[in-house]
């Protein structure tokens, strides 16, 4: 958080290459500042570096300077027509094999001011104050994610979907842009046929889901299907209650209703102790043959699709790859409902970007589906994509049994309170106080447990793992927050803005300021990349900056302008870690 730093630099790059013939012409500083990073190998004192090959890729230098030997000569013009003075007192050339860097000494005094002045004086947005994320245009985003099934338990098939996508919808927000999260809903097909027979061969009524109606649907779906397979007429019964479905029948969409109501009801309950929030719960109900009718006509009349001799209608994807989007029968199918569910999403919010958080064995379903829009004429095509993710292998319970959500959120969470039971008192140890924050604690561990991973791996399940009581888990996260919280709370000095800074010399004061600076870096490179587990492993350096912090300046026995300027630093960092939490989607605890 040190951007009149990047102001400044990037404008005496310019002034520099006004005189120098290297530089491109018209340059702006919001063209340079990107560029400009904190260098995190200064040891002694603060410094800020830049690229010379990343400066040539955005023009600021000229593409004819190729080779090594001419980057060394660009940095060394650069360096000698670079304006010195007490805020950049240095300049000079960086050389290793991948690059050629000029790296820039500032004022350790004035960036330790800034930094922690714009931190605590605005800990809900102060990134927001930073030209790296100001200067990006206002987006309007639609992000659809989790999509479980209705009239079922949460599987956790849908947790990585669910966590990913929250992250994206909270990164985005936290920089500025409109965001509508759209949960769409598997609530349509002859399943819920199977659940309907099931539902009435067993009697049951709306009082009987008043208590547990997800379990109970559940169990009466696995009955019906147990059913079907030594019956097959089973199954003829319950695609004759679809098909009154798909015609309108009341008595029918009325049990829907109450299906697809008491499920949103349950997954609401699941979603808040994973502290997920969505804005619209859509599904697959809401694009019938009917709604998918005029983006047939669409691709009908652009040619786009071949019928075939046993009555489908496909698009050709490639020569060899010819995809079904109409069935034999005349029905719709997944791909056709997502082609009319992303036209009207277009009509309802004009996104300028949408993405669609699937696991990575749906890439070819989403190409088709692109490739479809794009050939259909819609420009906004060019801004929907597909967050791919791996998948979670070995996620059970402990014993091994159950694949729900809710059964391992109450698992994570006992586990939790028995370790807070079985470790002794002391100030190093984690302490739950009750079952609620043993909770948020367990979930947590789980949402750090994934996110720490690359998104588009896949990656296997571990208790021991994610619920440790050290080591880079949510929970030293959570427990570093709590630490500076009790730090502020206990030290017998009242925090104020005005402080002076200059008590702050030691090293790693230093250290941890410069860690606080580079958080809109941070948030930008995972902006670009959409990758959580970038600003995981910065709040795991954050943290242990802040516990070397912690060990060495002391704040309660400390001469009163020496303790303020020190609870500063100390609440600018728990601002920053609490606010890179809540972009992870965690619930930043007071005490544990």
């Not at 397979?229 to 008595?251: H, N, R, T, Y």
């Not at 009917?290 to 050709?316: A, I, N, P, Y």
């Not at 960092?573 to 605890?589: D, V």
């Amino acid at each position: 958080m040190a951007h009149k730093f990047r102001s400044l630099i990037s404008n005496k790059i310019i002034q520099a290459l006004d005189h120098i013939a290297i530089g491109g012409e018209g340059l702006k500083s919001s063209t340079v500042i990107p560029c400009i990073q904190v260098d995190q190998k200064a040891r002694t004192q603060p410094e800020f570096r830049v690229s010379l090959r990343r400066l040539q890729q955005r023009g600021v230098i000229s593409s004819t300077a190729v080779g090594r030997k001419s980057l060394l000569n660009c940095a060394s013009s650069l360096v000698e027509n670079f304006h010195t003075d007490m805020t950049i007192p240095g300049v000079y050339v960086v050389e290793d094999k991948a690059d050629v860097r000029v790296n820039f000494k500032v004022n350790c005094h004035n960036l330790v001011a800034d930094v922690v002045g714009i931190t605590t004086m605005r800990p809900d947005r102060f990134w927001q104050s930073s030209a790296l994320i100001n200067l990006l245009p206002k987006e309007r985003v639609v992000a659809d994610f989790s999509s479980p099934n209705i009239a079922k338990p949460f599987h956790v098939g849908h947790l990585r979907s669910t966590i990913i996508g929250n992250f994206i919808c909270n990164l985005h927000e936290a920089f500025g842009h409109e965001v509508t999260r759209i949960n769409y809903l598997g609530d349509w097909g002859t399943q819920f046929g199977m659940l309907k027979y099931g539902y009435d061969a067993c009697n049951m009524n709306e009082k009987d889901l008043e208590d547990d109606a997800i379990r109970k649907l559940y169990e009466v779906y696995v009955w019906a299907n147990k059913t079907a397979e030594e019956d097959p007429c089973v199954l003829v019964k319950a695609q004759e209650i679809f098909s009154k479905m798909e015609q309108g029948d009341e008595e029918v969409l009325k049990a829907w209703n109450l299906f697809r109501k008491v499920s949103i009801e349950d997954l609401i309950c699941v979603y808040s102790r994973l502290n997920v929030k969505f804005d619209e719960y859509h599904g697959e109900s809401m694009y019938s043959a009917d709604e998918c009718q005029e983006s047939l006509e669409m691709m009908e009349g652009k040619g786009l699709l071949e019928s075939l001799e046993d009555g489908r209608k496909v698009f050709c994807l490639t020569p060899n790859n010819k995809i079904t989007v109409v069935k034999s029968d005349g029905s719709s199918i997944y791909l056709s409902r997502d082609i009319a569910g992303a036209v009207d999403r277009y009509k309802r919010y004009r996104f300028t970007k949408s993405y669609y958080v699937v696991d990575n064995a749906q890439a070819d379903h989403f190409v088709a589906l692109f490739t479809i829009l794009n050939q259909l004429g819609f420009d906004w095509a060019e801004n929907m994509r597909h967050i791919k993710f791996g998948r979670i292998r070995g996620m059970s319970t402990r014993k091994g049994t159950a694949v729900f959500l809710q059964d391992l959120l109450d698992e994570a969470q006992k586990v939790m309170k028995q370790k807070q039971e079985e470790t002794d008192t002391t100030r190093e140890d984690l302490q739950y106080s009750s079952m609620d924050i043993a909770d948020k604690i367990a979930v947590s561990c789980i949402l750090v447990g994934d996110m720490k991973q690359r998104r588009q791996r896949d990656y296997v399940f571990s208790w021991d793992k994610v619920l440790q009581s050290r080591g880079d888990t949510g929970a030293k996260l959570q427990y570093v927050h709590c630490r500076l919280v009790n730090l502020q709370e206990n030290c017998g000095v009242e925090f104020v803005h005005t402080v002076n800074t200059r008590f702050l010399t030691e090293p790693v004061a230093i250290s941890l300021v410069c860690e606080i600076a580079r958080f809109d870096e941070v948030l930008i490179e995972t902006y670009r990349e959409l990758e959580p587990c970038i600003l995981v492993n910065y709040l795991f350096k954050l943290s242990g900056s802040i516990n070397s912090a912690l060990k060495q300046l002391q704040v309660k026995s400390s001469p009163l302008e020496i303790a303020k300027a020190r609870l500063a630093l100390f609440v600018a960092a728990r601002f920053t870690l609490a606010a890179g939490m809540k972009i992870l989607g965690l619930e930043p605890l007071n005490n544990m």
